[in-house]
């Protein structure tokens, strides 16, 4: 094992979601549904855990009010001098803790959508259709994954949202009892919103980043010690996609969250509030520490999930 861990350079992409190394039946059948969801699971921990002070800056950023706004930098710096520097990855325990099955759930999914729905539809594309279906496909099969990914482990990120505001120690468990005081089903505040950002995002995430490493592959052919390049470049390219066409919405769904007085409803008239009070720039606040987390965070997320799917 550790041979072929040192001498291989295999990376994974796209319809080839699967395990690279020769398995008997029974663990062929085991495998199938493991190994993406320790694979996605492990790409996500990785990735949170090396962006999780752009995180909170970002979580910080969204939700303070317009009178209290302040620069990245100048709110890290408060940050690190009040709290000291540990107060970056605050909540990212829990935040790991939520992101492994999270990523596990969206990479399993996407794989079995991939594998099993995408060859029978295949059949009934022609020539013509071939070039946009593949991506259009994609697009709506990282949706999907998405979608069940936020609606297993919304609750846990309701959680970690109140958890990264505080600025006072307190058990991350106190944050479950404030939420649901008065009507458990606070803890799926916001779902409305997270839901549509999960599917734009995870969508737009896995389409751009399989296209566009396929295509720079088949164009310049790299050597295969030199694929992990293209993959990080395909990586920064989709998360940058990603964010941008998301950032609104997530931004409506944090407020959402941290404000017990919004229901699942009020997403247009948090909009437009924002519009009113902030105008258009309202809505694409904190979007530099978020674009800044988001393009490397996706990179490393989907290179080590290829990478440890390509080995497992």
């Not at 987390?293 to 999930?305: D, E, Q, S």
Request: some cysteine; proline content about 4%; charged content about 20%.
């Amino acid at each position: 094992i550790l041979k072929y861990w040192k001498t291989e350079y295999f990376i994974d992409s796209g319809s080839e979601l699967t395990s690279s190394v020769p398995l008997d039946d029974t663990l062929k059948n085991f495998s199938e549904y493991i190994s993406p969801f320790i694979a996605g699971g492990c790409g996500g921990v990785v990735s949170r855990t090396l962006t999780a002070p752009f995180e909170r800056i970002t979580i910080l950023q969204q939700t303070s009010s317009i009178k209290k706004r302040t620069s990245a930098l100048k709110l890290t710096h408060s940050l690190i001098k009040n709290e000291g520097f540990k107060s970056l990855y605050r909540g990212n325990a829990f935040s790991v803790a939520r992101i492994f099955p999270f990523s596990g759930a969206v990479c399993l999914t996407y794989v079995m959508v991939l594998k099993h729905i995408k060859p029978k539809l295949e059949q009934y594309v022609g020539p013509k259709q071939d070039k946009w279906f593949d991506p259009l496909f994609r697009f709506g099969a990282g949706s999907l994954a998405g979608s069940v990914a936020t609606i297993l482990t919304y609750p846990m990120d309701m959680m970690r949202t109140h958890y990264s505001v505080q600025t006072t120690r307190t058990p991350i468990w106190s944050s479950f009892k404030e939420i649901t005081k008065g009507n458990i089903f606070n803890i799926y505040r916001g779902l409305g919103s997270t839901l549509v950002a999960a599917c734009l995002f995870i969508g737009a995430q896995q389409s751009c980043y399989d296209v566009i490493f396929r295509k720079t592959v088949e164009h310049y052919d790299p050597h295969p010690k030199k694929l992990w390049m293209y993959s990080i470049g395909s990586g920064i390219s989709a998360g940058i996609m990603a964010q941008t066409i998301i950032h609104p919405i997530d931004l409506i769904r944090r407020r959402i969250q941290l404000d017990s007085t919004k229901s699942m409803g009020s997403s247009f008239s948090i909009l437009r509030q924002i519009m009113k009070e902030e105008s258009i720039t309202g809505l694409y606040r904190g979007i530099r520490p978020a674009t800044a987390k988001i393009a490397p965070a996706v990179a490393v997320a989907l290179f080590t999930r290829d990478s440890v799917l390509g080995r497992i």
